[in-house]
Structures are given as C-alpha cells and as structure tokens.
C-alpha cells in the first residue's frame, strides 16, 4: 500500500470552527489531491497540488483552502466549517499527474454540527 | 467537460455468479480509465486501469474490463463472485490532457452478494 496518511481520522466541529485536515505521503509524489465523498455523488475533488506551494481549484473548492509547504505534506482547511461539508475527505497521490494512477489514503470523516 | 456514468446505483449478485458492472464516459480524446473498489469503511483500491493498447484489461481479484470506443463504455466484469466482492465499485476517467488535476468519477455502483 502507498505510504498516506490522513489525520485526524474521525472529527466532529460545531459550525463556524475553522478545521484542518492533513494528509501525509512518504511516496515522494508530485501530485496531491483532496476529494470528498457523500452519498449519490461519488468523489469530487476540491483541491489539488503539483508541486510544493503549486496549488490549483477543483470542482467542488468554494469554502476550502489548501496549502502545500512540503512534498510530503498537503493541508486542506475549512475557514468556517458548515454543516453542508459534513462528508468523508480523502487524500490522493500521484507520481504523473491526471493521467496516472491515483492511491487514495484512508479518509477522515468530518461531522459539522 | 469529461464525464462518467455508471447506470447502475445497486446491483445484487449471487455468489458464484458472474458480474458486469456498467460504465459510460464522455471525453473527446483518447481517455485514461480506471476502476476502484471501496471496502465498507475503508479508502479506495485501484482494481484495474486502461491507457492504450489491448481493450482488455486484467485487473486484481480476478476482475477484467474492456474498453469499447464505439459504446463509450469501460464495463467491469468478474466470471464469480465472491462474497468479499460486496463493496463499491467506481470508474473514473483521467485527463490525458496531460493536466495535473484529478480524476472525474461516477456515482458508484454498490455490489451485493446473496448467499
């Protein structure tokens, strides 16, 4: 299994607290992503990275910031969590960017009261 | 936009079965696909993936996917079940663009097997 890591695993925020979550690669990949999960919508990425401090916007990226300061690391955080980004996050890696295979870490899912 | 559709939201199989799981894809180029497999609780696992050459293509566990240009379609297949195939099933496409953003999936297919 790639070497990702995602923490906290399991978070429950009340609305307006800022959160942050982080998803930790020992692969050396360029690329980063971070997708979210709900019911009947499948994946839709929010951010993702190509390089340190090279980030772009996805589908889905109102309400979210990201910042990347080391390759191994890639923070994604909610300024002012509301209760429509309750989902399950999850953190992607890729050595060859949209074209390669991505391996996904384990999730964190995030309950916004 | 590229695009994925996978028509099916449930399926049920019976163990020992054979399975074929639906996925359509809109993308003006030659597209990049892939299927993942999502274990109740658990992150996603790349089942297979086509980029070029052989339209049949071998993935882990025993599945198997074909890709038909003319259909617009990356169906995976499985000859039997088995009753640690129940899980969710997605298809993606990737940007052969060669952009660094990130894959486009489907809705998911959830697969159960009855005894």
């Known amino acids: 299994d790639a070497g990702i890591t995602q923490s906290p695993r399991h978070k429950v925020t009340e609305t307006g607290t800022p959160v942050t979550l982080r998803c930790h690669q020992t692969?050396?990949?360029?690329?980063m992503y971070w997708y979210r999960q709900d019911p009947g919508h499948g994946l839709r990425l929010i951010h993702y990275?190509?390089?340190?401090?090279?980030?772009d916007k996805g589908e889905v990226s109102d309400g979210y910031s990201v910042s990347r300061s080391k390759t191994e690391d890639f923070l994604l955080t909610l300024e002012s969590a509301t209760s429509s980004q309750t989902s399950v996050y999850f953190c992607?890696?890729?050595?060859?960017?949209?074209?390669?295979?991505?391996?996904f870490g384990p999730g964190t899912r995030l309950t916004v009261l | 936009a590229q695009s994925v559709t996978q028509p099916d939201i449930h399926i049920t199989v019976s163990e020992g079965a054979s399975l074929e799981l639906r996925c359509n894809y809109s993308?003006?180029?030659?597209?990049?696909l892939f299927w993942y497999v999502q274990s109740p609780g658990q992150g996603l696992q790349l089942l297979l993936k086509?980029?070029?050459?052989?339209?049949l293509v071998q993935g882990i566990k025993g599945f198997e996917a074909e890709f038909k240009r003319s259909q617009s379609s990356f169906n995976l297949r499985k000859p039997s079940v088995h009753w640690s195939d129940a899980a969710e099933y997605f298809c993606?496409?990737?940007?052969?663009?060669?952009?660094?953003?990130?894959?486009?999936f489907g809705k998911g297919t959830h697969l159960i097997i009855q005894p």
């Open positions: 992607a890696i890729s050595l060859a960017g949209g074209t390669d295979t991505q391996y």
């Open positions: 692969e050396n990949h360029r690329y």
């Open positions: 990275s190509y390089g340190v401090k090279d980030t």
């Open positions: 993308y003006g180029a030659t597209p990049y």
């Open positions: 086509y980029f070029s050459g052989d339209t």
């Open positions: 993606a496409v990737g940007n052969s663009g060669g952009g660094a953003d990130g894959l486009t």
